[in-house]
């Protein structure tokens, strides 16, 4: 008879808010990004992997794989820190001129990887953009290791930012929000809701997350917020707007 699984009880690392400076300055660059788009992600992917090496120590040395990473700065964030990081990104479009080195194309769904194998599983603003994002995520943990850590962030569709390049008059419905920004700027969005972009809700992600056996949820926090970032994702509702982006660190439980 088998005995079923229960989760082994993770210590909670004392992870304080950030600092106001430092949301003002990603802030910053953000509203800069479509005119310095490399000084806006070099910026992100280092505060991204702060943001693991809080809860997970120094990467050095481990095995690190980017879902999704696009033209690669997380990946060269990871490598310059001593990881053995690897980018597997599905659309060559975005990989830009000089993507890393051993990119992969890749779909997420579908990692050409072995079991267990990464010491960290990284996937940021990505699970808003694929159709069924509980195979992705059952695809992350697949490939990281007993005890490794995954960390997902996202930004959810009730964010002021939830429409991306539309936002925030997607509150007013998506496809009048699209034909505001070809008004504005001559030029079709890049996202189209229910094509590449889909409404990823906080509440019934959280839920899904907290039901599966196979990971634990370490923390669940505004991934940009200075003060309360775990408090306002306990509020149902105003979560879903004052959030702005989830982050996720999950730790996969032993088999």
């Excluded at 280092?46 to 120094?58: I, K, S, T």
């Excluded at 990119?103 to 050409?112: E, K, M, N, Q, R």
């Excluded at 700027?185 to 196979?214: C, M, S």
Aim: aromatic share 10%.
């Amino acid at each position: 008879m088998t005995r079923p699984r229960t989760k082994a009880p993770v210590t909670r690392p004392r992870m304080k808010d950030p600092s106001l400076r430092r949301s003002v300055t990603l802030f910053r660059a953000f509203l800069r990004e479509q005119r310095d788009p490399a000084s806006c992600y070099a910026l992100l992917a280092r505060d991204a992997v702060d943001q693991v090496e809080a809860y997970d120590g120094p990467v050095t040395g481990r095995t690190v794989v980017d879902v999704g990473g696009g033209s690669g700065y997380f990946t060269e964030e990871f490598r310059g820190r001593g990881a053995h990081a690897f980018l597997f990104e599905p659309d060559p479009t975005e990989l830009g001129d000089r993507p890393p080195d051993a990119t992969v194309i890749a779909d997420g769904y579908l990692l050409p990887l072995q079991d267990a194998c990464a010491d960290v599983t990284f996937s940021s603003n990505v699970l808003e953009h694929v159709a069924d994002p509980q195979t992705f995520l059952s695809e992350l943990v697949r490939v990281t290791r007993p005890g490794g850590l995954i960390y997902v962030s996202f930004t959810n569709w009730l964010s002021p930012w939830g429409g991306h390049e539309w936002a925030p008059w997607h509150y007013l419905g998506a496809e009048r929000a699209r034909a505001r920004y070809r008004r504005r700027t001559g030029k079709a969005a890049k996202h189209t809701l229910g094509e590449n972009l889909f409404a990823v809700h906080i509440g019934p992600t959280l839920r899904q997350v907290r039901a599966r056996d196979d990971v634990t949820v370490v923390s669940a926090r505004s991934r940009y917020w200075p003060f309360l970032a775990e408090t306002v994702v306990r509020a149902p509702g105003i979560r879903e707007i004052a959030t702005w982006n989830l982050l996720l660190i999950l730790r996969r439980c032993p088999p």
